[in-house]
Nanobody, 124 residues
Framework: QVQLVESGGGLVQAGDSLRLSCAAS????????MGWFRQAPGKERDFVAT????????YYTDSVKGRFTISRDNAKNTVYLQMNSLKPEDTAVYYC?????????????????WGQGTQVTVSS
């Protein structure tokens, strides 16, 4: 069992930066691939980024490439999402998720554990 708790969301202006954190419980964090997803009001939950178990491989949705960076610190049981050059269309609730697979997927159905989400609002 893994419990995930996101933090770091907030209200920012377009062009600003935020860093989201996701703290995981459990001793097996390093064996999970991790992902970040987001859900805007009235929309489906969309894939943002994923990182494999070791942190050596990452993958992003096209709309955030070059602006967002996913990383992890297995010693701290934490995964991060550094978000730069934020745009109003990045406004959403951001969720982190864990999968027992060692390589992450963009399909949320592969993920076994989810956090409660953190709100990110970007004003224009």
């Amino acid at each position: 069992q893994v419990q995930l708790v996101e933090s770091g969301g907030g209200l920012v202006q377009a062009g600003d930066s935020l860093r989201l954190s996701c703290a995981a419980s459990g001793r097996t964090f390093s064996s999970y691939a991790m992902g970040w997803f987001r859900q805007a009001p009235g929309k489906e939950r969309d894939f943002v980024a994923t990182i494999n178990w070791s942190g050596s491989s990452t993958y992003y949705t096209d709309s955030v490439k070059g602006r967002f960076t996913i990383s992890r610190d297995n010693a701290k049981n934490t995964v991060y999402l550094q978000m730069n050059s934020l745009k109003p269309e990045d406004t959403a609730v951001y969720y982190c998720a864990a999968t027992v697979l060692i390589t992450g997927k963009s399909d949320p159905r592969w993920y076994d554990y989810w956090g409660q989400g953190t709100q990110v609002t970007v004003s224009s």
